[in-house]
């Protein structure tokens, strides 16, 4: 069954303090990796999308990577502002149309 | 520009009530889709529409209906409200499938008592 699990669950982190989150796959034929931020009582919004492994894309303090079987959502020195859900999903098989998505891991950053 | 628009952002529903879910995007979209939000889960499909004139089932589809009345609304019905459709329900648009970004509302907040 394909399946798509961010881990942790919720990170609280001192402002500039960097850390990652992970998002590990299994799922057959990957055909695309997709990290949104989601702000509280708002719609998620996208980040970036990753297709083959040894992609790396950055945006300000964030940088994401991919490899087979994981995708790292690396924050250089977060600032409060950075404080969201961070949701990861998976475009995979034949459908250009479903995407599996994970549960979210929620980033407090402490100012 | 305003993207997607959902209405309302909240409703409170009895079981057994009727409610529809609107939404419109202005972005010229080809694809759209509405999701379920519930805790501790990732977002479910419920239904999408790749193109204006068709509707196709998501992985959530029982207790629901929808009608794509053009290709900037596309708005999700339910006809008879149960408490397991408690949620917070999103649309989303893309240009053409999921290969592009989805755009997002900001969502409808669901209780059904």
């Known amino acids: 069954e394909d399946q798509v699990t961010q881990s942790p669950e919720a990170l609280r982190l001192q402002e500039g303090e960097s850390s990652s989150l992970n998002c590990s796959y299994t799922?057959?034929?990957?055909?695309?990796l997709f990290w949104y931020r989601q702000d509280p009582g708002k719609g998620p919004e996208f980040l970036f999308t990753?297709?083959?492994?040894?992609e790396e894309k950055e945006k300000e303090r964030l940088k994401a990577t991919l490899t087979k079987k994981e995708s790292f959502l690396h924050i250089t020195a977060p600032k409060p502002e950075d404080s969201a859900t961070y949701l990861c999903a998976v475009q995979a098989g034949d459908s250009n149309y479903q995407l599996i998505w994970g549960a979210g891991t929620k980033l407090i950053i402490k100012p | 520009n305003a993207g997607v628009t959902q209405t309302p952002k909240f409703q409170v529903l009895k079981t057994g009530q009727s409610m529809t879910l609107q939404c419109a995007q202005d972005?010229?979209?080809?694809?759209m889709y509405w999701y379920r939000q519930d805790p501790g889960m990732g977002l479910r499909l419920i239904y999408y529409s790749a193109s204006e004139g068709t509707t196709d089932k998501g992985e959530v589809p029982n207790g629901y209906n929808v009608s794509r009345l053009n290709k900037r609304e596309f708005s999700l019905r339910l006809e008879s409200a149960a408490p397991s459709q408690t949620s917070v329900y999103f649309c989303a648009s893309s240009l053409q499938g999921i290969g592009s970004p989805l755009h997002f509302g900001n969502g409808t907040r669901l209780t059904v008592t």
């Open positions: 799922v057959s034929g990957l055909r695309g």
């Open positions: 990753l297709y083959s492994a040894g």
């Open positions: 972005m010229n979209h080809n694809s």
